[in-house]
């Protein structure tokens, strides 16, 4: 950030009265300008023993397999989020059943939260940011060639606990 | 968002190819500017039968109680952000046990993350931005002097499901 989005003012990085970070504020207008984590919302569509995977087509880790997610938006809520990057990655129609994962990545500043939700049917194709989307059995599973940690966990997590009966919530650095 | 905060170019609203949502775009040097949803974590931290809360000192809602929390910063995991959250509203020191609640707010663009916490002593006192702090049994909860949703939510799931031995995440417009 060099610059106000405000007043378009150079803005300074410097310690704020009563705050324990150090913010970029302008000497102009008196805006701070915070930067917080983002969130990635995701879901595991689930289809009797399957779940589905997509390969991405865009870097990062392109042509590696991912939980289809992206980027939680303005206005929308967790549910709505995950739903949508599911349909814009995969075509799949979901319905959210609950939260799953939740994975703090503090150098990149994201917090990814997964959903597990049902697979509604098969008319599922890749989306402009994927090369590819399948189901796969737990025996299937690309373990080498899964694109981030967090798909990793939340895959674990998934088959190593199906059917003991818990709803619980898996943290990895909560 | 008036200017681009990396080359001070006035910045437009509008269309990006590939992307589902309108962006504020550099038409100067390509930024696109993502606004994101942000994420306020906070503690219920638990002593015995009582549950400590704070009164806000500053708006909104100031004067009403809420489980202390705030948003999180860049380079910290939700559990670093909670506890230190805690600490800066009321001097408390708390061990996270796990997360409690998660609620989202899409009207004002935020997500809040309620965790768990055990209380490791009495040493808590008002922090800047809190008036007063204080312990409360279930039958003492001011529940009409609540300042926020996210905290009466928070504290009904902890009070109706206090022993039920289950490990519950509650999400409310999930």
Redesign the interface.
């Known amino acids: 950030?060099?610059?106000?989005?405000?007043?378009?003012h150079?803005?300074v990085f410097k310690e704020v009265e009563?705050d324990?970070?150090k913010r970029f504020v302008c000497d102009e207008c008196d805006t701070i300008?915070?930067?917080?984590?983002?969130?990635v919302v995701g879901c595991l569509p689930i289809w009797e023993d399957q779940v589905l995977l997509a390969s991405r087509a865009i870097e990062p880790r392109e042509g590696f397999w991912n939980v289809p997610g992206g980027?939680?938006?303005?206005?929308?809520?967790?549910?709505?989020g995950a739903a949508?990057e599911v349909m814009?990655e995969t075509f799949a129609e979901v319905e959210?059943i609950?939260?799953h994962t939740?994975f703090?990545i503090?150098?990149i500043?994201q917090?990814h939260?997964h959903?597990l939700a049902h697979l509604k049917n098969l008319d599922f194709k890749p989306g402009?940011e994927s090369i590819d989307v399948r189901l796969f059995k737990e025996s299937e599973i690309p373990w080498k060639d899964i694109a981030f940690h967090s798909s990793t966990f939340s895959l674990k997590q998934y088959f190593n606990n199906i059917g003991n009966g818990?709803?619980?919530?898996y943290?990895s650095?909560?």
């Open positions: 950030m060099n610059y106000c989005s405000n007043c378009s150079p803005v009563g324990s970070h300008h915070y930067q917080n984590p983002r969130i980027f939680m938006e303005n206005g929308e809520t967790m549910k709505e949508r814009e959210v609950r939260l939740t703090a503090p150098r500043n917090v939260m959903f402009i818990k709803e619980e919530v943290s650095f909560i």
